[in-house]
């Protein structure tokens, strides 16, 4: 096995440590989007945006 020396600022060896861990929230397919406005949004589900929406719609209208 190739072994490669260790990278400056790396004290101890890395082996073994998850590189990411990803949270999901649970989706229920209830009150989607239609898939024309999905497109737009980028989701079929519209709670995902509730913090988007202002933005959103000034960029629609043209004010962004």
């Not at 060896?13 to 209830?30: F, G, H, K, S």
Request: zero cysteines; glycine letters at 6%.
């Amino acid at each position: 096995m190739l072994r490669y020396p260790m990278p400056a600022g790396m004290p101890l060896p890395m082996n073994n440590l998850e590189y990411a861990r990803a949270y999901v929230l649970i989706q229920p397919y209830m009150g989607v989007v239609l898939p024309e406005e999905a497109l737009k949004r980028g989701t079929v589900f519209p709670f995902l945006l509730k913090s988007y929406l202002p933005q959103l719609e000034k960029i629609e209208k043209g004010e962004d």
